[in-house]
């Protein structure tokens, strides 16, 4: 079982609606949780960060955290074709800063 | 401010060479790491430094990699003996601490070839 699990996509939204992106992780112990968005060719962008169960709200992202069940996830409205990347969810597993990456969700906002 | 610098920003060389990566952090910033990111694959863990100091290598791939910190600012990450396999893109980042809740930010990366 991979630490840290996503779909790989892609997932394909129209412009407007709300896309969800899923995160799975295996370690229990973990505490912080991270989103990073990257474009093609270009390095990862962190754009949400959560630590405490519950929702996250910033601009039109939602970051939701569930510990019992291990599981993220990155809510995104009013999709724009703009936001077309791969979202990588990212976690610490308190082996101090190392953060263990998903293989990433190729995201298409279709106008 | 500025954000995390690599350079150089596109490497190619021959397999066998030895090849040296750059990273200055984020002004301020204690916690400094180093991924690799293969076509492909996933964003792969190799050092973090919390000072000059490297308490995790774990994600070094051979004894043919090697990391420093001096100063607390710049790292270099050194590959000998450069094999085809070593291509990808190197990618470090930096964060005010190695906490666990401190957030990441990424350079723009070094594309490493090996021809």
């Known amino acids: 079982q991979k630490e840290v699990e996503q779909n790989s996509g892609p997932l394909s939204v129209p412009e407007g609606a709300i896309a969800s992106l899923n995160c799975t992780y295996s370690d229990r112990g973990s505490q912080s949780f991270f989103w990073y968005r990257q474009y093609s060719g270009k390095s990862p962008e962190l754009i949400m960060f959560i630590y405490s169960n519950g929702d996250k709200e910033d601009g039109r992202f939602t970051a939701q955290l569930n510990k019992a069940s291990q599981y993220v996830s990155l809510l995104i409205r009013d999709s724009q074709p703009s936001d077309s990347a791969t979202y990588l969810c990212a976690v610490n597993t308190n082996q101090g800063g190392k953060l263990i990456f998903g293989q990433g969700t190729e995201l298409s906002v279709k106008p | ?115």
Do not use: M
């Open chain 2, 1 to 115: 401010g500025a954000g995390v610098s690599q350079s150089p920003s596109n490497k190619v060389t021959e397999k066998g060479k030895d090849v040296e990566l750059r990273c200055d952090p984020i002004s301020g910033h204690t916690a400094l790491y180093w991924y690799r990111q293969s076509l492909g694959q996933g964003l792969e863990f190799l050092i973090y430094f919390q000072g000059n100091s490297a308490p995790d290598k774990s994600g070094l791939p051979s004894d043919r990699f090697s990391a420093e910190r001096t100063g607390g600012s710049v790292s270099t990450l050194t590959i000998q003996r450069t094999q085809q396999e070593d291509s990808a893109v190197y990618l470090c980042a930096s964060s005010l601490a190695s906490q666990n809740n401190q957030p990441q930010h990424f350079g723009d990366g070094t594309r490493l070839s090996i021809l």
